[in-house]
């Protein structure tokens, strides 16, 4: 019997891979042949222009050469699954490798720092544009109710896809440092430069809400923690734990607290910090230490335990619970208002989508700095219509099997 050979049709997943493959090799000779600059994303209006004209290619092509054996590939499975799977592995790579580009670096010479603006990513998009614009097209001609559900699901993704790639480059960051009573009207972009906003924010009082610190103990050379964090002790009254032989109890703690006359008193100040009262026995010595520890402040200084001439008990910083921002927002015409920013609730204003990025990590909650992101995506209503489609297509989907099963 012979042997089926390679290349021979009907293509299935080897050949549908290797198609796939060869695409992101191109890619990444592009990428190195331009020593790993990237593709510019097109702005508007070409990226407009290239949507339409996909739109318009796509149909005009299939009903011209709907039965050539490359359509009948590119609307077959193989074809979609070898696409699906190659654009996961660029997915899951942008998770593991940091999108930041380092000079001089492999990783950086392969696109592979910067994915979403790489050759092998835009080839390999590309790719799967195509085949999910020639199957829909397959599907919906010609046209029956029953195929609404796929049209919706299908033409959802492909609108998802293409709009996210090609509206990249009319995206538009901005940094802006906002501090206390000083309006700021300049937001900082990519390449460090000034850029006047359309709004200006001042910051009237920045809050933090954080975890209590936790025990530890610390190498007193290095600083290194000594303790997992099964062993570190919750610092809250009356919390005991043992830590390396060290029963240990906490007989205060303060969440605001200055040095005062040899001990933390418990004021909320500016510059106050955290301080525990701390006793600790130990299991085998009977030797006891009690005292203070503190992880201090920009106003205070930080306090250790000395357990011996190697170790110590300290306090770790405590880990941000969530923190939010109250602004003045001022607008060209004048209008003034009182708005607050927090963590992943963020303001719109005419385009514009503002994050709750930073704080000055120094100052901790007592910061008079606060760090506002400022995003603007014009094509993310497209997107949104996408997205929109596939939850109809879902819903009439779901309905339509209802329907069939009585």
């Known amino acids: 019997m012979d042997k089926k050979k390679t290349w021979q049709y009907p293509w299935s997943y080897k050949e549908s891979l290797i198609i796939g493959l060869g695409f992101i090799i191109i890619g990444f000779a592009l990428e190195i042949f331009t020593n790993g600059k990237g593709v510019q994303p097109p702005v508007f209006p070409y990226n407009l222009i290239l949507l339409l004209q996909l ?10 050469i709907k039965k050539h054996f490359f359509i009948q590939w590119i609307t077959s499975v193989p074809a979609a699954i070898s696409a699906v799977l190659l654009m996961a592995i660029f997915v899951l790579l942008m998770g593991f490798i940091p999108q930041q580009h380092v000079p001089g670096s492999l990783l950086s010479k392969l ?13 390999i998009t590309f790719f799967l544009i195509l085949i999910l614009g020639f199957t829909i097209v397959k599907r919906i001609l010609p046209f029956s109710l029953k195929n609404i559900g796929f049209f919706l699901n299908h033409a959802g993704l492909w609108l998802i896809i293409t709009a996210a790639s090609l509206g990249a480059g009319d995206i538009e960051k901005r940094t802006i440092y906002c501090y206390k009573n000083y309006p700021a009207w300049f937001g900082i972009d990519k390449d460090e430069n000034k850029i006047e906003m359309p709004f200006a924010l001042e910051l009237t009082k920045f809050e933090i809400q954080e975890y209590n610190p936790e025990l530890v103990l610390i190498d007193n050379e290095t600083g290194k923690i000594l303790t997992t964090q099964k062993q570190n002790l919750f610092l809250k009254k009356g919390e005991k734990k043992i830590i390396s032989g060290w029963d240990v109890e906490v007989l205060d703690f303060y969440e605001y607290a200055i040095w005062f006359h040899n ?4 004021i909320k ?13 130990n299991k085998e010595r009977k030797d006891t230490l009690k005292g203070w520890v503190s992880i201090g402040s920009y106003n205070e200084t930080p306090m250790l335990l000395s357990v011996d001439d190697k170790t110590s008990f300290a306090m770790t910083i405590p880990t941000p619970k969530k923190f939010h921002s109250k602004f003045k927002f001022y607008t060209p015409d004048q209008e003034i208002k009182k708005i607050d920013i927090e963590v992943n609730k963020p303001y719109f204003y005419k385009g514009w989508h503002l994050y709750q990025t930073g704080y000055d990590e120094k100052q901790g909650r007592w910061s008079s700095l606060s760090i506002i992101e400022a995003i603007k995506d014009p094509w993310l209503y497209v997107v949104f219509t996408g997205i929109y489609m596939l939850i109809a297509g879902s819903v009439f989907l779901f309905w339509q099997g209802k329907k069939v099963k009585k």
């Open 111 to 123: 696109g592979l720092t910067h994915i979403f603006q790489s050759w092998p990513y835009l080839f």
């Open 55 to 64: 739109i318009i290619f796509i149909p005009t092509v299939y009903l011209f």
């Open 263 to 266: 001990s933390f008193k418990p």
């Open 269 to 281: 100040q500016f510059g106050a910090a955290p301080a525990a009262l701390i006793i600790a026995v």
